[in-house]
Structure formats: structure tokens, C-alpha cells
């Protein structure tokens, strides 16, 4: 995935959202990560290249438990 950005969803849960072949895609919610993959509940990503902007700080505002978590694990 290319182009990538972690975003909240509901019930206190993180997403992947961006590029697969050209096609921007949402996943469902984050299950397992660490530095370079995400699992979802239902795929293995291989992480590419972070979409640039402010979506990290909005995301330790919404989701701050899971912001330090997914950088104790090497993924931000």
C-alpha cells in the first residue's frame, strides 16, 4: 500500500486508507502492525510510502492510545 494513512473509524478503532494498484482503498479495522506491515482483520498490507500532512497529529487527538502503540511498533 502506497500513499497510506492511518485514520480513526468507529468503536475506538484505526484504519489503513490508500493506494493498491492505482485504487484508494479503506480497510478494516487494524488488528496486528509493526514496522512496515499491517494485518486487518481481513489482509496483510506491505507499507509503502506515508501520505504527507497533519493526519498523524489529528489521529493522537482522536486516538491517542492507539497512536503510541502504533509507534512503540515501529509503524509511525
Do not use: C
Amino acid at each position: 500500500m502506497s500513499n497510506w494513512r492511518i485514520i480513526p473509524t468507529t468503536g475506538n478503532t484505526v484504519s489503513l486508507m490508500g493506494e493498491v494498484d492505482g485504487v484508494v482503498i479503506q480497510t478494516s479495522p487494524i488488528a496486528f502492525a509493526r514496522k512496515g506491515e499491517v494485518k486487518t482483520q481481513n489482509t496483510h498490507y506491505v507499507l509503502g510510502d506515508r501520505h504527507p500532512g497533519l493526519w498523524e497529529v489529528q489521529l493522537e487527538m482522536r486516538r491517542r492510545s492507539q497512536t503510541e502503540n502504533l509507534r512503540n511498533l515501529g509503524v509511525l
